[in-house]
């Protein structure tokens, strides 16, 4: 029977790596890649020193595989070969055991790896084993089938359910990170709906993107009557949405706002309208017409679920990522409407539009049916009205209301840490039913097997 140290666990997301133990209940850290305003905005290097010379580990590939941009799918094709992927992987991780955990025997340490993705791409698998288990020679290593989403079911065992007393039978989780937004359905008990999955790109950084179209398309009033204030970079796009939440909490009728902008050297304050922004933050998660909006995601979600999941996954509805966690107070106004409402709101109030539902309390709805120069075709009208059972609830027998869509942050843990926490209450298990492979050594050589092989538990 083999014996292990603490498993180590590493989520490889979007924009950040996390890095810890099994057991602990946040990471001991976080690397934060110094982001390339590319066209893609997925490229991104985490400075490395290996003690022999300063190198930066470039990440990029990894999340250009995400992509749903079919020309950057095809230029991660040309690049990520297994040889090209070790060598990402392995400065990568060896900076990690050695800087960052102090790991002086990885062979009696398992490594836990979280990724975005339900299904990591052959090559970067394959590179990542080698590393792991031939040239670092740790233990074991564990690629959690279903990602993020598989560590996070272990996270919401121990919550509260939001409307019964009894543990909800399905979650429909919602992942925003830095460039995508993944949704899915979670039964609880058994295992993610892998048909259920769906991934756009409706990230905080595609948000960012579209607001700085918009106000790039929009004349920009400042102090001075007679200039205009040019936002062109992501760094100002930022700057807006963190100046807006400054504010917003308190001023619900506020329709222009002062910034410093990053890229203007005078650091001088400009004045500008929220209109773009607004607009920006409708289409990247409310409209319910554009199959990349987060709203599209959730409700398509939805339909692949099995019709018994559906309402019970409507009640439950749980944000998660570094992107809901930004957006978490987000307001969004109208001219009509003096209050505003926030992310979660927000997006049960497009769902419920989608859906057909008359509802006299949606600013939008009503902006919508007032605006002549917005038409909804009839497909985009009746494409979830099928959903309309799930989403209006029910009376039951004693006469109480039951039913409708909750949406919830996994409170008391951060949003944006929950799917490590995951893979952490993970790590810190038994799990004699998971597959791990493991080295296998001999008295010359190390050999890796190709197959799977059950653990030992200590």
């Given amino acids: 029977m083999t014996s292990y140290h603490q498993t180590v666990v590493v989520e490889l997301g979007s924009s950040r790596i996390k ?44 999340f250009r595989y995400f992509s749903m941009n079919s020309s950057h799918s095809s230029a991660a094709s040309k690049v990520s070969s297994v040889y090209e992927w070790e060598q990402t992987i392995y400065p990568l991780f060896s900076h990690i055991l050695t800087s960052v955990l102090f790991v002086q025997r990885p062979s009696r340490h398992r490594i836990l790896i979280v990724t975005n993705d339900l299904y990591p791409p052959r090559n970067f698998r394959e590179a990542l084993i080698r590393v792991l288990l031939n040239y670092l ?30 543990p909800p039978k399905a979650y429909l989780l919602v992942d925003i990170g830095t460039y995508e937004a993944r949704v899915l359905v979670l039964v609880t008990g058994s295992s993610i709906l892998a048909e259920t999955n769906q991934t756009v790109m409706s990230g905080y950084h595609s948000f960012l993107r579209q607001l700085l179209n918009n106000y790039q398309e929009h004349h920009v009033e400042t102090d001075e009557p007679d200039s205009t204030a040019i936002i062109t970079t992501l760094q100002d796009a930022n700057s807006i949405v963190q100046a807006w939440l400054s504010i917003s909490r308190e001023s619900k009728d506020v329709t222009t706002l002062s910034v410093r902008l990053p890229s203007d050297s005078s650091q001088t304050p400009v004045r500008l309208s929220i209109g773009p922004m607004q607009e920006a933050f409708r289409q ?34 749980v944000l998660l990522g570094g992107g809901s966690t930004a957006l978490r107070y987000f307001t969004y106004t109208s001219n009509k409407a003096k209050s505003g409402y926030k992310l979660g709101d927000a997006l049960i109030k497009a769902a419920v539009d989608a859906c057909g539902i008359i509802n006299e309390s949606s600013e939008i ?13 009839s497909i985009s009208k009746h494409r979830f009205k099928c959903l309309q059972p799930s989403i209006l609830g029910r009376v039951d027998e004693s006469g109480e209301y039951r039913g409708g869509m909750t949406l919830r942050y996994p409170d008391p843990f951060a949003a944006d840490v ?21 080295k296998k050594c001999d008295s ?15």
Avoid at 425 to 430: R, V
């Fill in 418 to 438: 929950a799917s490590w926490i995951g893979g952490s209450i993970m790590g810190s298990l038994d799990l004699k039913n998971e597959e791990w492979l493991l």
């Fill in 444 to 458: 010359d050589n190390i050999d890796v097997r190709a197959s799977s092989h059950r653990a030992n538990a200590r």
């Fill in 137 to 166: 020679g740790v233990g074991g290593v564990l690629i959690v089938n279903g990602g993020a989403f598989a560590g996070i079911s272990y996270l919401l065992e121990g919550l509260p359910p939001s409307i019964d007393l009894s």
């Fill in 284 to 317: 990247v998660y409310l409209d319910y017409t554009n199959p990349s909006s987060l709203v599209f995601a959730m409700l398509s979600s939805l339909i692949d679920c099995p019709i018994d999941y559906r309402r019970v996954a409507l009640q439950n509805v």
């Fill in 19 to 62: 890095i810890g133990f099994a057991g602990e209940s946040r990471p001991r850290r976080v690397l934060h890649g110094d982001v390339w305003d590319s066209d893609d905005g997925c490229s991104w290097s985490v400075p490395i020193n290996d003690g022999v010379g300063a190198r930066p580990c470039t990440w990029g590939k990894f």
């Fill in 365 to 377: 709805s009503d902006e919508k049916k007032e605006d002549e120069s917005v038409t909804i075709s």
